[in-house]
């Protein structure tokens, strides 16, 4: 059942909230020019649950959305396969290159208690850890193996002020298909371990990716079999982009082997997407499931039926280029007048 | 009455060492020639952080730790200086050194030459056991790979060339500080001993006899606690499944080089710092452990000085230490028997199932790839941490009763530490300074050539898979540092930053104090918008990061977000994980005695990055004169042993945060 109604008297902003909207409007530009400082306040604004200061976190929101022009790369993988080593890797070469970079690693484990033991996975060499290097933890909270529901907007803030953003997740089935959502890349490293392969296929996970990396290169047979078995898989089953077979590259990231390859890959993926001509579809689409995703939690498949308008899709195309959580914002006050109103269709 | 003529013959003592070595070459070695004249029969050397993780003195991470738990060694006219008027052919010295042992008995054995004494005639001990940095001690430098390579080439090269040297010291000790129990203790400890052997007995120039001479040269190092019945018996089990290894494993026939020896430094972790004099019962009683049965005696024994926990001990702390071992083994008629406990079905039975136990943990351990592979995935971190939990735990519950801590409070003051900050050694200031103008004399006259090309030599052995130790001792001759040599090393092999093993930590069942703080986070979180976040962090190159650990895993406990990212950090790197994650508050951990001047550089820091309103509260051995001047600095709280309640001092640090926040 939704919750209560908020109140209605916080419609119209008195001056102290003008302030803090402008505020939040500076600090969005400080974002944008890559301030260290900046992003890290703008990502405590961001994680800001209290209702008080909603205005000021989805004002920030809604100025960096448009500036989000760094690379979303997610990293996924089984626990073992050398997400962190590979990380660790990719950040280095990134940063050989002159790229900045933004981490966020985000802890799958959910506690009762609200507390988390966040930062073991981000064990970043010293040479990872510069200061063109941003990194920031979340624990999942209430989201039990999957994503935090801030790590959407924190990627938006980190995508504004940095080249590349990444974010860890463990493969473990839920989170790949949020992941998906809030990344323009998703990276899957396979360790050349027969069975690994076969349980992913069988879940579901690897129509997901767009780029295989198969680590441990240095196991020699081993890995080269996993590597084709995987292409084999690729060309049976299902992907999410009928038009590109996703590369299978292999290499072994305790060595710094295979990496620039990778980079590549991203890059070569990212200019794939950028020529294809659909106006950012797959953007359009992770913001379409985002604002589903938290409509749904918050109300219900009931909810959303109350929404008019056309599809979610257009009503999300529609408001333009404000921030997914505006949005969601925005339709929740419509489902919820909808719903004071005594819902419309469907119901038991 | 036996009259002292009609005594029987009694049996050679163990070796009485006393772990030691602070500010530089000279004053230590002043030190260790006053504790030979004592009456201890051995000597332990003790390097300081940066000589432990190869750094000169002058490099900026070794600031704030130059001689501080030990002495700095920076080239061969240090290590000359430290055994001035010390014969090493006649001496037996243990050197506590681990990432870095390839160089230490370098220089060694470079001094002993300098000294007219071959290599051949050198006896004494390594330690050298990579593992356990990993898991407690933190001194580690190289991944684990190469780690294992520095450890088995070290002991390939003394079992032909230094042959009555003991090339590694495999440590149970740091396993029971980091909370092992006697089972964790004897199986990790076998497990990472064979993790080594196996190696050695790869190499190809490695033959069945030589096998059997290094497994009779691998020497051990345990911890005895105060449960002293039990820890004989763990020691009796280790003796009878180091044979069964022996046999089964290696295939080892000749039983001399089946016994287990080993060395003993009783137990610091449960030295306290409330009524400190407790200490010199507790020291007493666990020697007890390790002495009484002769089967499961102890080779070398080194007792902690009694009030450790307050700070460094002085030469009079130490020497009552010394006296307590004479005593042992001079007053009481404990070296006339044979073993005490033959027979004996209590004692058997515990040790049947100590090794029962330990010979299925030891199991699991190999089944799953054996130490280095229970390092990289963390299981034998995470057992550590669960164990340590517990044992806090049962403190703090009142479970395990501790004198004087969690019972019997009640006392007068201790006549023995009035004199506050008089009653521990102070390690003179001007030491860091002295020693970094004397490294710099020593590279201005030695040949600046040879020391290069010793180092390219060095670095072209290593990456041709050659032996470390005869490229290495060249380089001890030609003036090489130990900060040059170390870098070679970390330019090949890379450097490796362990897993914490805090995350899978399991959540303790929580009590109604856990409880009250557990709703305090929360209601402060609502008020602070987003959830308590606290940064743990520990500056400098100490590693001992139990602590840290434990303060970790209670503050996800009481349900705070935790930022916990290792040990060997720059105030830099911590200040800016501050600043990136978003924390609320920042706790520092730092046993090396250099608080003062790293926890004073990251509050500067802070300041200098607009984060001065982020509260810092500490914790290690901190005397009272220091916690003041820290708290001057602007430091919130400083924790010292003493507080043992983990609860409270999480109550504490809501305080603390709600008063920043105040407003």
Not at chain 1, 99 to 120: C, E, I
Request: proline letters at 4%; hydrophobic letters at 40%.
């Amino acid at each position: 059942m939704p919750a209560e109604p908020p109140g209605a008297p916080t419609d119209s902003p008195a001056a102290g909230n003008r302030a803090a909207l402008e505020a939040a409007r500076k600090l969005a530009e400080r974002v944008c020019a890559g301030e260290r400082a900046a992003i890290s306040q703008a990502l405590n604004a961001v994680d800001d649950n209290r209702e008080s200061h909603r205005e000021t976190r989805l004002a920030l929101l809604d100025a960096v959305a448009p500036h989000a022009r760094g690379v979303r790369i997610g990293v996924t993988g089984a626990p073992g396969a050398g997400k962190s080593t590979l990380l660790d890797a990719l950040v280095s070469g990134l940063r050989a290159r002159g790229r900045s970079v933004g981490v966020l690693a985000v802890d799958p484990s959910s506690q009762r208690t609200g507390g988390a033991l966040l930062g073991d996975r981000m064990r970043l060499s010293s040479t990872a850890r510069d200061a063109g290097v941003f990194l920031r933890s979340l624990a999942a909270r209430d989201q039990l193996g999957g994503l935090s529901e801030v790590t959407g907007p924190s990627l938006d803030v980190m995508a504004a002020a940095l080249d590349y953003v990444f974010v860890e997740t463990v493969g473990v089935g839920q989170s790949e298909a949020q992941v998906i959502d809030v990344v323009d890349t998703l990276v899957f490293v396979a360790q050349p371990a027969a069975g690994d392969l076969i349980q992913f296929m069988k879940a579901g996970i690897l129509e997901w990716p767009d780029v295989f990396f198969v680590n441990k290169s240095d196991l020699g047979d081993v890995a080269t079999r996993a590597a084709a078995e995987l292409r084999a898989g690729l060309d049976l089953g299902h992907r999410r982009d009928p038009d590109r077979v996703p590369p299978v590259l292999r290499g072994s990231a305790r060595d710094d082997l295979g990496i620039d390859g990778l980079i590549d890959a991203l890059d070569e993926h990212t200019a794939y997407l950028a020529g294809k001509g659909d106006d950012g579809a797959r953007r359009q689409e992770g913001r379409v499931a985002r604002v589903e995703h938290a409509l749904s939690a918050r109300y219900g498949r009931f909810g959303l039926d109350q929404l008019r308008g056309g599809s979610l899709a257009s009503r999300v195309r529609d408001a333009g280029a404000v921030s997914v959580e505006r949005i969601v914002y925005d339709l929740g006050r419509e489902i919820e007048a909808a719903l004071r109103a005594g819902g419309s269709t469907g119901g038991a | 009455m036996s009259s002292i003529e009609s005594r029987p013959e009694r049996d050679r003592p163990w070796m009485f060492r006393t772990y030691s070595g602070h500010s530089s070459a000279k004053a230590s070695n002043a030190l260790y020639r006053s504790n030979l004249a004592k009456g201890q029969t051995g000597l332990s050397v003790a390097f300081d952080l940066p000589t432990q993780t190869g750094y000169d003195s002058d490099h900026p991470l070794s600031r704030g730790e130059v001689g501080k738990v030990g002495v700095p060694i920076c080239h061969i006219d240090d290590m000359q200086v430290l055994f001035d008027e010390i014969p090493l052919e006649k001496m037996n010295t243990s050197m506590t050194i681990n990432a870095t042992a390839a160089w230490l008995l370098s220089l060694y054995i470079a001094t002993a030459e300098r000294q007219g004494t071959d290599q051949g005639a050198l006896r004494g001990t390594t330690q050298n056991d990579i593992i356990k940095e990993y898991l407690s001690r933190g001194t580690f430098v190289f991944p684990p790979e190469a780690s294992m390579r520095l450890t088995s080439e070290i002991v390939s090269y003394t079992v032909d060339h230094v042959p009555n040297w003991n090339p590694m010291n495999v440590c149970s000790y740091h396993l029971q500080e980091a909370g092992a129990t006697p089972v964790q203790e004897i199986a990790y400890s076998m497990a990472n001993a064979i993790s080594i052997l196996d190696v050695v007995r790869a190499m190809p120039e490695v033959d069945d006899d030589t096998l059997s001479r290094v497994f009779g040269r691998i020497s051990f190092f345990l911890n005895a606690g105060i449960r002293f019945v039990e820890e004989m018996c763990k020691c009796r089990a280790m003796n009878l499944l180091w044979e069964e290894i022996g046999r089964e494993r290696y295939g080892i026939t000749n039983e001399k080089m089946l016994r287990l020896r080993y060395g003993v430094q009783v137990n610091s972790l449960g030295l306290t710092e409330a009524q400190p004099e407790n200490n010199i019962i507790r020291i007493a009683l666990e020697a007890l452990g390790v002495t009484l049965s002769k089967k499961a005696r102890t080779r070398s024994l080194q007792l902690p000085a009694w009030n450790e926990a307050l700070g460094l001990p002085r030469p009079w702390d130490q020497q009552l230490s010394l006296r307590t071992q004479q005593i042992l083994a001079y007053e009481t008629d404990l070296l006339e028997y044979g073993d005490l406990f033959d027979g004996s079905h209590v004692v058997e039975g515990k040790t049947a199932a100590l090794l029962e136990e330990a010979r299925n943990e030891l199991q699991t351990v190999l089944d799953m790839g054996g130490a280095v592979t229970a390092v990289e995935n963390a299981y034998m971190k995470q057992k550590l941490v669960e164990s340590q939990t517990e044992r806090l735990r049962a403190i703090e519950s009142g479970d395990m009763t501790v004198v004087g801590v969690n019972a019997y409070e009640e006392a007068v003051d201790s006549p023995l530490v009035e004199e506050g900050a008089g009653s521990i050694l102070k390690v003179d200031e001007s030491a860091e300074r002295d020693q970094i103008a004397s490294l710099e004399a020593f590279r201005n006259r030695r040949n600046t050539a040879d020391a290069e090309a010793a180092l390219k030599n060095l670095e072209d052995v290593i990456k041709n898979g050659g032996n470390i130790m005869a490229p290495s001792i060249a380089a001890a001759k030609a003036g090489v540092t130990t900060g040059e040599w170390s870098q070679v090393l970390r330019d090949v092999f890379g450097e490796y930053r362990a897993p914490t093993g805090v995350v899978a930590a399991p959540v303790a069942e929580a009590s109604e104090d856990v409880s009250q703080v557990r709703k305090r986070v929360d209601e402060l979180s609502e008020t602070l918008g987003r959830r308590l976040k606290i940064l743990v962090g520990k500056p400098g190159l100490d590693g001992h990061s139990n602590g840290a650990e434990q303060i970790a895993v209670k503050a996800r406990d009481v349900g705070m977000e935790v930022v916990y990212d290792g040990i060997r950090l720059t105030p830099q790197e911590i200040v800016q994980s501050a600043q990136d994650e978003g924390v609320h508050v920042i706790g520092l951990s730092i046993l090396s005695g250099s608080h003062c001047v790293l926890v004073t550089d990251v509050v500067d820091q802070l300041k200098a990055a607009g984060m001065g309103a982020i509260p810092v509260v500490v914790g290690g051995i901190i005397p009272d004169d220091d916690a003041e001047q820290l708290e001057t600095a602007g430091v919130r709280r400083v924790y010292t042993p003493k507080d043992f309640d983990l609860t409270r001092i999480m109550d504490e640090i809501v305080d603390v945060v709600a008063e920043s926040n105040a407003g």
